[in-house]
């Protein structure tokens, strides 16, 4: 297979790479998503997540017409800088900002996966002018890491998507950053836009619970829980399925992005 093409962004100092499908040179504004990955795990590390983003990206683009444009938020192979919580989310709306800027779009929507769904809802209840967001398998709030961030960055460490002794500041900075950052937060500003929830019933990562608390938090969200399913479900075609018939749904009742 051939290489796919690199992308360059910048999110504030830092220059981040990624991949960007179905931009066109010329006629009328397309609708475009963002597609943000997880938190990296299993063996194949950082260039699993980001190469099963980009996939997607093709798909959605060869199959539905959209711009679809794959980060690679800080720390992540090919992107300068370091994970933090506050730091991806600041990457996603400089992903948003840069297909905005670079393609025709008639609107932009937000794909997120794990980590990358839950801060994908925040980051589109920051942006009034996002159309909507898709969020699987995304836990409700960091609490859980928050709690014990030196762990995490010990674990970030061995992924390779942080280089740098923790130091207690750091430490602090972190625990602190997420406390802040929380989906169910975010799925309250959300509203009204259009909020799917997809989630595994046999997620072992993220518990469904997280699922049920960030629709109900929303009020309007479609939530779909799917029997057997675990935490990656990049790869479970049931999953794939409803978030392509959602992306088809919003593009035919989308609201025209205001000047």
């Known amino acids: 297979m051939a290489a796919r093409p690199v992308e360059h962004f910048g999110s504030g100092s830092l220059t981040l790479v990624g991949h960007l499908a179905g931009a066109l040179d010329s006629g009328p504004a397309r609708p475009a998503v963002v597609i943000v990955h997880g938190y990296p795990s299993g063996p194949a590390g950082t260039a699993g997540a980001v190469s099963a983003m980009a996939e997607l990206a093709d798909r959605i683009a ?94 970030a460490r061995e992924v390779g998507i942080v280089h740098a002794d923790a130091t207690t500041g750091l430490l602090d900075g972190w625990s602190r950053e997420m406390r802040l950052t929380k989906a169910v937060d975010g799925a309250q500003r959300l509203r009204p836009r259009p909020l799917l929830v997809v989630h595994g019933m046999a997620d072992d990562l993220v518990p469904d619970f997280d699922a049920r608390v960030i629709a109900d938090a929303h009020t309007a969200a479609e939530l779909r829980l799917l029997d057997a399913a675990g935490h990656r479900l990049r790869h479970d075609p049931r999953a794939m399925a409803i978030l392509l018939g959602w992306l088809d749904r919003q593009r035919n009742s989308a609201v025209p992005r205001t000047a």
Do not use: Y
């Open 62 to 155: 060869d199959d539905m017409g959209f711009v679809a444009f794959s980060p690679c938020l800080r720390g992540m192979a090919g992107s300068q800088g370091a994970f933090s919580i506050k730091g991806w989310k600041n990457d996603i709306h400089a992903a948003v900002d840069h297909v905005r800027s670079t393609a025709r779009v008639s609107g932009v929507w937000l794909i997120g996966f794990g980590t990358g769904g839950a801060l994908a809802i925040c980051a589109g209840a920051d942006d009034t002018d996002i159309q909507g967001v898709a969020a699987l398998a995304a836990p409700a709030d960091f609490d859980d890491w928050a709690t014990n961030p030196r762990q995490l960055h010990e674990h």
